[in-house]
């Protein structure tokens, strides 16, 4: 009895064995579509420019306390679509460091800003001021944000001189002065310093050097419903680029 059960246990797991292996090579229905590759290209681009046709390359120098200055920076949209523009004002001095307007008044300020076509979004940390034009631009060109720059009249210039007189005496044995042998007396050069209206020296030797920056930026206007949606992309924009400046 006990070898039939054997016989028949491994007969069965020999069944079984052979079903596992017909089941490991049973083969399915497949297919595979051809490839279809679509290439997309365009020649539209977006291209702009930012002018300014009152300023010139003597406009800057040499200036007097109340100047006014022309400086009117326009942008131009020379693309085959309407964009979205901005422009970012940075005020300097003649370090580079950057401050706010306010700061910047003592040296010179800007008060004729284009308030109804451009409109100031967001003034940054470091002081510098992001304005975005307010509607869509075909292929033209904006209104220009502002149109003088006007030199603190308040800046004044202050000198003073120094002089050093040496005197030669004739001295008894006990140092004592008996007479004056000579005189001598050495003037030196005054020194110069301009302040601005609160007493503050605002530079040296001559009259200050400062910059005010201008940037222009643009973003296609298809991609947004109005200026409201553009506005936090072109303030994105403005704030990771940088461009050239113009010198006082």
């Not at 100047?67 to 523009?85: A, L, R």
């Not at 008996?178 to 001559?206: C, H, R």
Request: net charge negative.
């Amino acid at each position: 009895m006990t070898t039939c059960k054997k016989i028949t246990l491994t007969a069965a797991a020999m069944v079984l064995s052979a079903g596992l292996a017909v089941g490991g090579t049973l083969a399915y229905l497949n297919a595979v579509t051809e490839t279809k590759t679509n290439t997309f290209t365009s020649s539209r681009n977006i291209t702009t420019t930012l002018t300014e046709t009152e300023w010139t390359s003597d406009s800057g120098k040499n200036y007097l306390p109340g100047d006014v200055i022309k400086k009117n920076p326009v942008m131009n949209n020379e693309s085959d679509q309407p964009v979205y523009m901005a422009v970012k004002v940075d005020y300097l001095d003649d370090k580079g460091n950057l401050m706010s307007a306010e700061e910047f008044k003592k040296y010179a300020s800007i008060t004729d800003y284009d308030n109804d076509n451009w409109k100031m979004a967001t003034v940054n940390s470091d002081g510098s001021e992001v304005w975005i034009y307010m509607t869509a631009v075909e292929a033209e060109s904006t209104e220009a944000l502002f149109n003088n720059v006007t030199v603190n009249a308040g800046i004044t210039e202050e000198w003073s001189s120094a002089a050093k007189t040496t005197t030669i005496y004739k001295c008894d044995a006990d140092g004592n002065k008996l007479s004056i042998i000579d005189t001598t007396k050495e003037q030196y050069d005054p020194t110069v310093v301009y302040k601005d209206a609160d007493g503050n020296i605002v530079s040296a030797g001559t009259l200050p050097t400062f910059n005010i920056k201008v940037t222009g930026f643009a973003v296609q206007a298809s991609t947004f419903a109005d200026y409201n949606e553009a506005q936090p992309e072109l303030i994105k924009l403005v704030n990771s680029k940088t461009s050239a400046h113009a010198q006082f």
